[in-house]
């Protein structure tokens, strides 16, 4: 028997808002969560009981995300300044960014990698889901990760480093 919708959030609520972070950047995210689970309410009555619910959800979280990215490229928005971060509510210290140059790091990631490592490290993903989400195949989506994993570790080396000089 299927579980209740609600605890499909409670359980993989955390994860989906840390993908929907890690491929859209914080100011984003909240939307392609809300959005998300939305549409998974929709679906959720079709959805077979023996589903993989984390998978399903992060599917949805990718279709979401694309859809935000694309909003945002068909849109203009100038303004006199950018805005400052959004902090995380003070409230849930399992949202927390806690590092700011890792998240830039990520987010400078060209998209294929850091969806891949979003999805494999972040959410868990195996490789074979990874690729069924981003398109391609499982040996294209552990090539992606591994290179934005490398590019990870360069960028953000020689942020810490510069940061403790």
Known sequence: MKRPFEQAVTEHGTVVLRVCRAVLGVEEADDAWSETFLSALRAWADLPDDADVRGWLITIAHRKAIDVARARSRRAAPVDRLPEQLAPPSDRPDLALPDDALWSALAALPDKQRQCVAYHHVAGL????????????????????????????????????SSHV
């Open 126 to 161: 195996p490789h074979t889901e990874v690729a069924a989400i981003v398109g391609g195949t499982p040996a294209a989506a552990r090539r992606a990760c591994a290179d934005g994993i490398a590019r990870l570790r360069l960028t953000y080396a020689s942020k810490e480093v």
